[in-house]
């Protein structure tokens, strides 16, 4: 199911196990003024290494 929320923009990654499956989301939600669209490199970045941690923790290697 989609939804917008006006004023509201947000960045996710998924965060895979061991088996390599999807197990989660991590997400950066924020107003229009502060996330932007297209999204700063620095947000895409931060996002992308989190999913990357916690999916490490999860015992994902790839």
């Given amino acids: 199911m ?3 929320l006006l004023g509201v923009n947000v960045i996710a990654a998924p965060v895979f ?3 390599k499956q999807i197990i989660a989301t ?3 939600v924020g107003s ?3 996330l932007t669209s297209p ?3 620095r ?3 931060a996002i992308c ?3 990357a941690r916690v ?3 999860a015992g994902y290697e790839g």
């Fill in 2 to 4: 989609s939804r917008t």
């Fill in 17 to 19: 196990d061991y088996r």
């Fill in 26 to 28: 991590v997400a950066l």
């Fill in 32 to 34: 229009i003024q502060h």
């Fill in 39 to 41: 999204p700063a490199p």
């Fill in 43 to 45: 947000h895409v970045e």
């Fill in 49 to 51: 290494a989190l999913s």
């Fill in 55 to 57: 999916s490490a923790v």
